[in-house]
């Protein structure tokens, strides 16, 4: 037992020494390759940028904040105008890298999209522009389905249009989230963090034992079909439920929404299993942050830590935080 200058032996006397802790992961720079930063608060951003965020891809693609249901080509086109918008400003009070991704989402039915294929072409080419989607097959929409075909077709349009301009595509990939048999809340409140009106989702569009899988292999044969390689698939909200898919019957890069873990039961555990199975060469973490949910903007510094809690080497989780988005998406170099 070392002496110690205490009255009485405390922890201290006993301990054999600390570990030799990698005090680089404090200043490890990280992207998030998957949020809404733009619809967020001046608050928020902040502590993205406190926090080591070097870069991030805020996606223009979301049905949560157009008033509109069904949504028209117009209000979608407004989405990614405003992105386009306020981007620089963002960079200029965060100092953090912005590049957008746009494109449809399949959460609630558009009407007429096909001329916004046709802009997407346009909207690829600005030099802003790094990722098309979120987009990918959804199981249920909001107020109104969207027919599965039609669903496809929206999928391989905007592949397509990503292959042509040599960008990746985010795909929104369901989770199974909810299918554990706990308690429900009450009819007609929603789940508190989630401002959405509950009641309103529509029956499932797929008719299988595991329509959000199912989902993710639409997804990966339409992108395929528009020519797309899967080494510029990026899979978000990557979970249990997809991950030995993906991992082992395509090439793309899965990535894991850790910051709203409450909601979709994804946390750095998920991660860090999955880079002890598979390696991190195609994993990434994002936050999906947005105004419309209760997330965590510090969720990638918190899992920086806690990945090597769990036992993954900081060159892993340099990799999985930092350099393979940077190599995905182009950014934050």
Not at 26 to 46: F, K, M, Q, V, Y
């Amino acid at each position: 037992m070392d002496q110690t200058p205490t009255e009485r032996p405390t922890d201290a006397a006993y301990d054999e020494g600390a570990p030799s802790l990698p005090r680089e992961l404090l200043n490890t720079p990280w992207i998030d390759g998957h949020n809404h930063a733009h619809t967020l608060s001046w608050s928020d951003r902040e502590r993205y940028a406190l926090s080591g965020c070097a870069a991030m891809v805020a996606v223009a693609s979301g049905y949560h904040w157009t008033p509109y249901k069904p949504v028209r080509a117009s209000d979608v086109r407004y989405l990614w105008d405003d992105a386009i918008n306020r981007r620089a400003a963002i960079e200029r009070n965060h100092f953090f890298e912005v590049g957008l991704g746009l494109g449809v989402h399949t959460g609630v039915r558009v009407e007429d999209p096909d001329p916004l294929f046709e802009k997407l072409d346009e909207y690829a080419a600005a030099e802003e522009v790094v990722a098309i989607g979120e987009t990918g097959v959804t199981p249920t929409q909001h107020v109104e389905p969207w027919d599965l075909d039609e669903q496809r077709a929206a999928v391989r349009a905007q592949a397509a249009v990503a292959a042509r301009h040599d960008l990746p595509v985010i795909l929104h990939t369901p989770n199974r989230a909810g299918d554990d048999g706990g308690r429900s809340y009450r009819p007609g409140l929603g789940t508190p963090g989630y401002e959405k009106t509950p009641g309103l989702e529509g029956p499932s569009v797929i008719d299988e034992g595991n329509p959000a899988l199912a989902a993710t292999r639409m997804d990966v044969e339409e992108t395929r079909a528009a020519g797309l390689p899967d080494e510029r698939v990026v899979a978000s909200h990557a979970d249990p439920n997809n991950t030995s898919y993906l991992m082992a019957e395509t090439d793309c890069y899965l990535s894991f929404t850790i910051g709203h873990s409450w909601l979709i039961g994804v946390d750095a555990a998920d991660v860090a299993d999955a880079i002890d199975e598979y390696g991190p060469d195609r994993i990434m973490v994002d936050t999906d942050c947005a105004n419309v949910l209760r997330t965590d903007p510090f969720a990638v510094k918190r899992a920086v830590l806690e990945l090597y809690r769990y036992g993954i080497e900081p060159d892993a989780i340099r990799r999985v935080v930092y350099e393979n988005p940077r190599d995905v998406f182009g950014i934050g170099g």
